[in-house]
């Protein structure tokens, strides 16, 4: 059985979210990996503590083991089952059980505070909140080295939503003037709090290519970051950088440089269409729009908080992405 192992960084921040629509997006990856139904009718199982809920889920939030089971069947070749639990806990885990799974057989999704919990993954979100915070308390806690490793040497599949986004970047505008630790692994300059204070969040309709979906996704944006520069790539220097770049921007310590270039994968089309005329588009307005989301090989960054929406779609796609790369590694190891 291949166990593929997701944690979200819960030092701070809305990763209670995050691991709310992990679930339901492997819950509907399973899905559409069945093949024509015929042979079995999958199941679906839930155990927590007595009188509890799921980890991370309100009790709205989880259908009910008949709901599930009685939602949809599937043929059946291999058990799959999907189990999410806070580390170090007695709570017995969330678990999903389904039928036919092309070669992942088992999800866990975990809430990672240490580095050993963070060793324990094959990929990771690094959830919205406030990036100074999550540097000041992942590096008291020793978490800090440990993340550049997962993301900079290791590789491993990473997401990062507003603040994640932030931390990701090799270089960064606006840090507070203490400074700011960053991890590092995105080859783009950010600038933070890019739309103003908290009062001047706002919400848009974006067209993400990616999704292969032509319904717009709800977006919201908090003291949202935009990428504003595509830098080249970094390299490794055997030092570690000045705290200070050019324009005073912070850098994320070096690292081996990425053969990956980096992908624009959506753009913000001007305010006057998200907030003010939801019928202007950015052709109209002569300009292609702010950089709200990029990919640069194992490491994927949105300006935006996808997890405060309720539509599971990004996470849908990013998890069959980590799938990828999961079968990747495995092919990759038996070649060996």
Same mark, same amino acid.
């Given at each position: ?13 809305? +990763?209670? &979210?995050?691991? *709310?629509?992990?679930?339901? #997006?492997?819950? =509907?990856? $399973?899905?559409?990996?069945q093949? %024509? ?29 008949h ?18 639990r806070?580390?170090n ?19 866990? +999704?975990? &809430?990672?505070? *240490?580095?050993?919990?963070? #060793?324990?993954? =094959?990929? $990771?979100?690094?959830?919205?909140? %406030? ?69 001047e969040?706002?919400?848009? &309709?974006?067209?993400l ?20 520069k ?32 980096v ?74």
């Amino acid at each position: 059985m291949t166990n593929l192992t997701v944690g979200v960084l819960a030092l701070q921040g809305a +990763f209670v &979210e995050h691991l *709310t629509l992990l679930r339901q #997006a492997a819950d =509907d990856w $399973l899905r559409q990996q069945q093949h %024509e139904p015929s042979t079995a009718t999958a199941t679906a199982t839930t155990t927590t503590a007595p009188g509890s809920s799921p980890p991370g889920a309100s009790p709205s939030s989880h259908a009910s083991p008949h709901t599930d089971a009685d939602r949809w069947n599937a043929d059946a070749d291999a058990d799959a089952h999907i189990s999410t639990r806070k580390p170090n806990t007695d709570e017995e885990p969330t678990t999903i059980t389904t039928t036919n799974l092309t070669h992942i057989s088992h999800f866990t +999704f975990l &809430e990672i505070r *240490t580095p050993p919990e963070l #060793a324990r993954c =094959d990929a $990771l979100i690094l959830p919205g909140g %406030e990036s100074t915070s999550i540097s000041l308390i992942a590096a008291r806690t020793g978490l800090l080295e440990p993340l550049r490793e997962f993301v900079k040497v290791a590789r491993k599949s990473v997401w990062g939503t507003c603040a994640g986004l932030i931390l990701l970047a090799e270089s960064a505008n606006e840090t507070k003037a203490t400074g700011q630790e960053l991890i590092g692994g995105l080859d783009v300059r950010v600038q933070r709090n890019y739309f103003g204070r908290q009062v001047e969040s706002f919400e848009a &309709e974006l067209h993400l290519p990616f999704l292969q979906d032509a319904h717009p996704f709800h977006s919201v944006f908090i003291r949202a970051p935009v990428v504003e520069k595509v830098l080249s790539p970094t390299t490794t220097s055997g030092s570690v950088p000045p705290p200070s770049g050019e324009d005073g921007a912070k850098q994320a310590a070096p690292r081996q440089s990425t053969k990956p270039p980096v992908e624009i994968l959506g753009r913000l089309p001007g305010r006057a269409k998200s907030i003010r005329d939801k019928t202007t588009t950015a052709e109209d307005l002569g300009e292609e729009g702010d950089i709200i989301a990029v990919r640069q090989g194992n490491v994927f960054g949105t300006a935006f908080h996808p997890e405060l929406t309720g539509d599971g779609r990004i996470h849908r796609w990013w998890l069959g992405e980590v799938v990828k790369a999961k079968m990747e590694e495995l092919k990759a190891s038996q070649g060996a």
